[in-house]
């Protein structure tokens, strides 16, 4: 349910601005990755593009500084804050709007390229989401996104042991101790996201599943919450990028 995913990020957006290391422009891979990443927009100068769940509007405004018309829609109000805050900071233009990735209060055929990074496993109705962002972009345009990788999901961190099933799809919810609000998230395999592009109407053009052998070459992240190790082993993300056809 939406609810219960805005109540989290309004629960620990402050918390989660002050501490990730959310890189600026486009980052499919986030910083565990260190220097891995890939280009997959090229020039945005002059394009429309709508970030689907822009957090603090480290993309949204990263892609306005290389020249792109940049709309970022969230969920949640206290993520905005932050991005409004961001971009006034850097004196850039974007235009963000609250609102639900499943229900887009945007006319069709408005963007050029759609995008997002870590969104959709806060997304249950992934079809619903997909639909509508098939329905606000222009023919031939691009929707890009990374999710983290279903499978690397399953396997508990510190033991390196698969713990969950992959097949066990849809909400589950992970308890902390500092937070009363559970975080409530959906597993998505990667055959069901692909599914789900397709009935939309668009064309999957590349999957990628970026990564090194070398647990040298990855950071434990901000919270320690990445591992090395199994990053060296299992792709820790999956990137897709799709069209929709001309
Ligand atoms: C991990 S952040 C991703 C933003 C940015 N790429 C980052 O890594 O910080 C996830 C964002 O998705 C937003 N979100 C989750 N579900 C959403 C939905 N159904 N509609 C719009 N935004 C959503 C959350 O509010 C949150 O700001």
């Given at each position: 349910m939406t609810n219960e995913v805005r109540a989290w990020w309004e629960a620990t957006a402050d918390y989660f601005q002050s501490t990730a290391d959310v890189a600026e422009g486009a980052d499919w891979t986030g910083a565990a990755y260190g220097d891995i990443d890939l280009d997959l927009l090229g020039d945005v100068r002059d394009r429309e593009i709508l970030e689907l769940g822009c957090g603090g509007g480290q993309c949204a405004v990263g892609l306005a500084e290389q020249g792109a018309e940049v709309v970022g829609l969230d969920l949640s109000a206290a993520q905005l804050a932050h991005a409004k805050d961001r971009a006034s900071e850097r004196g850039v233009s974007v235009r963000f709007v609250e609102g639900d990735v499943t229900r887009l209060p945007f006319t069709p055929e408005s963007f050029d390229l759609a995008c997002n990074a870590y969104v959709f496993q806060w997304v249950?109705?992934?079809?619903?989401?997909?639909?509508?962002?098939?329905?606000?972009?222009?023919?031939?345009?691009?929707?890009?996104?990374?999710?983290?990788?279903?499978?690397?999901?399953?396997?508990?961190?510190?033991?390196?042991?698969?713990?969950?099933?992959?097949?066990?799809?849809?909400?589950?919810?992970?308890?902390?101790?500092?937070?009363?609000?559970?975080?409530?998230?959906?597993?998505h395999t990667v055959s069901e996201i692909h599914r789900a592009l397709v009935d939309a109407g668009f064309v999957v053009e590349a999957l990628h599943e970026p990564g090194t052998d070398d647990p040298e070459a990855y950071d434990p992240g901000p919270w320690g919450e990445c591992t090395p190790s199994l990053m060296s082993k299992l792709p820790a993300v999956l990137v897709v990028e799709a069209r929709k056809s001309a």
């Open positions: 249950g109705d992934l079809d619903a989401c997909f639909r509508e962002t098939h329905r606000v972009l222009r023919s031939g345009g691009r929707f890009v996104f990374s999710v983290p990788h279903p499978a690397y999901e399953v396997v508990d961190s510190e033991s390196e042991r698969v713990t969950e099933s992959y097949f066990d799809t849809g909400r589950y919810e992970i308890h902390h101790e500092e937070v009363e609000t559970p975080q409530v998230l959906y597993r």
